[in-house]
């Protein structure tokens, strides 16, 4: 394990004003959301789409690092330069994800287990021929009011994320460690911080038996948020406070960064988060992003999967990438959206 390398790969990829582009929608994710905007999931519209997005001039700026899908990082631009050459060439650090994703959990009713571990150090080694900087494994762990997760959901959770991020270090490759508590369903936001605070403690327990390097890797987690069907929807900043006290509380000051997920919370909300969060700091830890949905959500709605669309959907992402740049230095204000 190279501790230098993977501690300033690290740094760059949440570097001042930049964060990360989750574009790494499994087939099946991605077909939703193609559905979602009447556009049929071909392969070439998959890569016409992920062109449009890695193309958009200027986002280098905000942008330090992408997440690929394994079949995108074997894709081209339409004159053959591969994706991840293409990044790399614009400063953009080439990620992949490499979690196969979740099956239910054996005799654990309602509860998830991410696969992927059998054969990964093989994977990770054609992908970091392939030119991947990073890789991301995602947990999901649902929740109810009551037993779920389980105790032994977590643990079976949090030992897989800490195998697969020191299988990535052996090979010289920054883990992104991503347990997601889902903010789907009806849980208030006290239970979200109770159970975000559970998983977290967690993952730095495992992370820890298994020597990963704190320094070397990303955390992605979830903002303490209510679920999409709570009757109250905490204002902005309860979810800046409650998120940053269960960080502080159980994630160590050596982890260069939290990558935050967006989970279904709308762009301009995703981006006021982080943005009330940074305006609270210094953290010890840079507080950044690495959105899927929140970045691209209204790109896709621009798009519909038309030619004469490409310059406004790629105008419509450099000014989100821009506005949680802004984010990232607590300057962003709601009354920038819509102004150009
Ligand atoms: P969202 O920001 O849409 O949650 O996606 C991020 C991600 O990579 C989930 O694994």
Known sequence: MNRQQLGSVAKAIVARQKGVLAADESGRTIRKRFESVKVEATEENRRRYREILFTTDGIERYIGGVILFEETLRQTTRDGTPFAELLSSRGILPGIKVDKGAVALALHPGERITEGLDGLRERLLEYRELGAKFAKWRAVLDSDERDVPSACGIRANTHALARYAALCQELGIVPIVEPEVLMDGAHTIERCEELTSRVLEAV?????????????MLLKPNMVIAGLKCERQAPVQEVANATLRCMSRHVPAAVPGLVFLSGGQSAEDATDHL??????????????FSFGRALQAP?????????????????????????NGLARDGKYARSLEGAP
């Open 204 to 216: 730095f327990i495992e992370l820890d038996a298994h020597g990963v390097f704190l320094e070397g």
């Open 275 to 288: 943005n009330a969060m940074n305006a609270m700091g210094p953290w010890p830890w840079q507080i950044s």
């Open 299 to 323: 790109v896709l709605a621009a798009w519909r999967g038309r030619e004469d669309n490409l310059a406004a959907a790629q105008r419509i992402l450099l000014r989100r990438c821009e506005l």
